[in-house]
């Protein structure tokens, strides 16, 4: 009995340094989309939870975005006179599985982040019009909330390949009205005001939303695995009533959407893997349901995805580093708008991040049963 404690007590210690790294510094990118843990019941080596079990994961993810993109072309220029604006952004996302069944298992994930925004132009302006000072906007605290069921098609192991469908819903548990101290504000530029912070860093969209999302595994051989990932985020409501810091729109709630597509290589080591596949994620200028306008930065990152892995029966940790190899700010409906309205085509710009760092643990607690009912006990 002490030592199930005791295991207890070491997989739960891990997933609380991870948040206290998360929470150390803050931010989100323009463009890139708030989250995307996975959120299903696959163990790799373990296999999928069965009857009974759950597991408890944790997602870090970080990356920080400072290169401006009008469309796919970089205002390179940005970085060269020091005025781009720099995003750090940290997120932790505790999930839960629950099997229900061998195939039908639920999840909850509990979503934290700490953002910090740098920039000159919100705080008296760019350089030579403005006063060239920068600062800093932060925010930190739980984001929006997921829960959600999944399926899995066929049996653990009667097949070399399975897929699980999952839907779910998004609540709108984080901050979306967040405010921080703005700097070298006022017509004479020597105030400063507690205003609301940046899209980019606000905590929630403000709407309730729901998501879809398409998950498997083909073996192709005992050593290599294809593996997918399908997410999209619809966010009905058009937007959430929080007028930008100028006042001129409120914030949109928009859609999101994610995917992922990979290999697998297991070596003769057990337990060890390596990943090596491609990820897109973003957000559209238009909501499939729903209206699109207000203020948002609509866009898509396209990276190569190398990544390692490592699972015994009941313990998964991997570690991927996404390399963006293409970036594009769309048109958003706004800038189409008023393209449309003037003749004059408008399209503004966002901070991209190089790279994305996203470590995951995640354990599983089994059910074993017996005459006398249901036991949950850690097996190795």
């Known amino acids: 009995m002490n030592n199930i404690f005791f295991r207890i007590s070491v997989a739960y210690m891990a997933m609380l340094c991870l948040l206290v790294v998360g929470f150390e510094s803050s931010a989100q990118g323009c463009v890139a989309i708030r989250g995307f843990s996975s959120c299903n019941s696959f163990m790799e080596n373990g296999g999928i939870l069965m009857k009974g079990d759950f597991s408890v994961g944790s997602n870090f993810r970080y990356f920080e975005s400072f290169r401006h993109f009008r469309g ?96 779910g819903i998004k ?19 020597d105030q400063d005001v507690l205003d609301v912070v940046d899209q980019s860093i606000q905590l929630g969209d403000g709407g309730m939303g729901f998501n879809v999302d398409f998950q498997g595994y083909y073996m192709l051989s005992n050593s290599f695995t294809l593996t997918t990932t399908l997410y999209y985020l619809f966010n009905p409501e058009e937007t959430n009533g929080v007028l930008t810091r100028g006042g001129s729109s409120e914030f949109s709630v928009p859609d999101q959407f994610a995917a992922q597509l990979g290999a697998l ?82 399209q503004g710009d966002a901070a991209f991040a190089d790279y994305l760092i996203n470590f995951n643990l995640t354990y599983r607690f089994r059910n074993h049963r017996n005459n006398k009912g249901v036991d949950f006990n850690l097996v190795d």
């Open 72 to 167: 796919t072309h970089e205002e390179a220029n940005r970085v060269e006179e020091g005025t781009q604006v720099i995003n750090d952004s940290y997120f932790v996302d505790i999930t839960f599985n629950y099997a229900i069944s061998d195939r039908l298992y639920a999840t909850v994930l509990l979503p934290f982040a700490s953002h910090s925004r740098s920039s000159m132009y919100e705080h008296g302006g760019n350089p030579p019009n403005g006063l060239g000072e920068r600062h800093n906007t932060r925010s930190s605290g739980l984001s929006d909330m997921r829960l959600g069921l999944g399926y899995w098609l066929f049996k653990d192991n009667s097949k070399g390949y399975n897929f699980a469908l999952g839907t």
């Open 171 to 189: 609540l709108p548990t984080g901050d979306y009205n967040y405010m921080d101290t703005f700097y070298n504000q006022g017509p004479n530029k």
């Open 265 to 346: 290589y297991s070596p003769n080591i057990k337990g060890l893997s390596f990943y090596l596949g491609g990820r897109i994620e973003g957000v559209p200028s238009s909501d499939l349901i729903g209206g699109s306008n207000g203020y948002r930065r609509p866009g898509y990152a396209i990276s190569v995805d190398p990544g390692i892995n490592y699972n015994t029966n009941n313990l998964s940790l991997s570690l991927n580093v996404p390399v963006a190899i293409e970036r594009n700010r769309t048109q958003s409906y706004l800038d189409k708008k008023r393209t449309k309205e003037t003749g004059v085509f408008t």
